[in-house]
Nanobody, 111 residues
Framework: QARIMESGGGLVQAGESLRLSCVVS????????LNWYRQAPGNQRELVAS???????NYADAVKGRFTISRDNKWNKVYLQMNNLRPEDTAVYYC?????WGRGTGVTVAS
């Protein structure tokens, strides 16, 4: 059974940075594409960034140039470096691998 745990969320001011982490167990981590999603209050969950098993990345237009996704296959971790945060980035951020989801970590960006 896969276990996924996100961490690193918090309250920051606009323009500041956060680094989210997601640790995965119970899966052959290195063969999976990895994804970060977010869901703001009243909104649908949306894909923020993804990284394939070979390391190719893709980003939502809203975060291009500000967010960076990376993975560490040795430690079964995926990261989301978020720079120049904006109030509209406020959401719960979720890690997804295959059909498995973490419980999310909250990010609040104050203006």
């Amino acid at each position: 059974q896969a276990r996924i745990m996100e961490s690193g969320g918090g309250l920051v001011q606009a323009g500041e940075s956060l680094r989210l982490s997601c640790v995965v167990s119970g899966l052959n981590f290195r063969i999976f594409d990895l994804n970060w999603y977010r869901q703001a209050p009243g909104n649908q969950r949306e894909l923020v960034a993804s990284i394939t098993s070979s390391g190719s990345t893709n980003y939502a237009d809203a975060v291009k140039g500000r967010f960076t996704i990376s993975r560490d296959n040795k430690w079964n971790k995926v990261y989301l470096q978020m720079n120049n945060l904006r109030p509209e980035d406020t959401a719960v951020y979720y890690c997804r691998i295959g059909n498995f989801w973490g419980r999310g970590t909250g990010v609040t960006v104050a203006s």
